[in-house]
């Protein structure tokens, strides 16, 4: 997948939500939305114009999803549904390019609201998306991807980001796709200096940052040398990515108690999954991986034995030497 670098839509919205929480699988079950958040940027200019809408999902809101975002059935009591706001957030987004983290999880559960309306809109009929996980996973092959994660690789702030909400984080994702697919567009923030030359002031947009994609070899030695990393600091949820997650068996041991342990097959799964995710084209990348791996282990093997040998033929000659000089 190519990055989304082309302005299709001069029109982008930057949006989020906020949920009463989720099914174990991702998707939306019987689970709501209580915040909307959206951000508008225009022609790559963040314009100033958001739209937040609080809406009583007519449910109560899951500890856990609560433990995220702290937003109460209390404070959404009196908040309108969803059909009510449905007229106001379809006007807004219509037409428009949504940018979303990982859209798949907000656009289910705006089609689910949808459905739930008995309307035939679905968001993909009304707007283009971009998923953002789609851009960062070309960026960054391999590594976090989370909003988070991004704001550290891209110096973004998110010093106010204390607890989730769908329009700051909608505001966050505003900034960290500009960095992402944006580059120095023009020499000055504004594309202005009165006091430069022509040349200071040209447009530099054409320019983009060659993205060096790293060899399924080099993509898997970083991805256990990442789990090793993790291993080492006693972490038991295992990423390569933000997707390919190893959760730790528990094994009981008594009296309530449990032991976390992570195999190597359960390691040998995940790598798997990561590199097929990576290289979906490539059925082999695997195996050749494996094979790699193998021949690699063979080579400092034999050089580990070379040295062995080689400091055991020394103390050999040592001792053949004190053995002579004591004879004489």
């Known amino acids: 997948m190519s990055l989304k670098y082309r302005e299709q839509c001069e029109r982008k919205i930057c949006l989020d939500t906020e949920t009463t929480g989720k099914n174990d699988d991702g998707t939306p079950g019987d689970h709501r939305i209580i915040e909307i958040g959206c951000v508008e940027i225009i022609k790559r200019r963040i314009t100033g114009r958001t739209m937040q809408l609080f809406i009583n999902p007519e449910r109560k809101v899951d500890e856990e999803a609560y433990s995220v975002h702290h937003i109460s059935d209390e404070f959404l009591a009196d908040k309108p549904k969803f059909a009510e706001i449905y007229q106001q957030f379809y006007d807004f987004i219509a037409g428009s390019e949504l940018i979303i983290h990982n859209a798949k999880f907000d656009v289910g559960f705006l089609n689910r609201?949808?459905?739930i309306?008995?309307?035939n809109v679905q968001v993909e009929n009304i707007c283009k998306v971009t998923d953002t996980l789609d851009i960062a996973r070309e960026l960054y092959p391999g590594q976090r991807i989370s909003l988070d994660a991004l704001c550290s690789k891209l110096n973004v702030d998110e010093s106010a980001r204390t607890t989730h909400g769908a329009l700051l984080d909608a505001q966050i994702?505003?900034?960290v796709y500009l960095a992402m697919t944006g580059g120095q567009e023009t020499?000055?923030?504004d594309g202005q200096d009165p006091g430069a030359s022509a040349d200071a002031r040209r447009d530099f947009s054409s320019i983009r940052t060659r993205v060096v994609r790293p060899s399924p070899f080099e993509m898997s030695e970083h991805l256990r040398y990442l789990y090793k990393m993790n291993q080492a600091k006693g972490i038991e949820h295992i990423g390569f990515g933000d997707e390919f997650l190893i959760t730790p068996k528990e094994i009981p041991l008594g009296e309530g108690k449990v032991k976390k342990v992570v195999d190597d097959e359960m390691i040998e799964e995940a790598l798997k999954a990561a590199l097929s995710r990576e290289y979906p084209e490539d059925s082999g990348v695997y195996d050749?991986?494996?094979?790699a791996c193998q021949e690699r282990d063979e080579k400092l093997r034999k050089i580990k034995q070379a040295k062995l040998d080689?400091?055991?033929e020394e103390l050999e000659e040592t001792k053949r030497r004190e053995n002579e000089?004591?004879?004489c």
């Open 173 to 175: 994702l505003s900034e």
């Open 325 to 327: 000089q004591q004879n």
């Open 288 to 291: 050749r991986y494996v094979k």
């Open 310 to 312: 080689a400091k055991r």
């Open 117 to 119: 309306m008995h309307s």
């Open 187 to 189: 020499l000055f923030a």
């Open 113 to 115: 609201e949808f459905d």
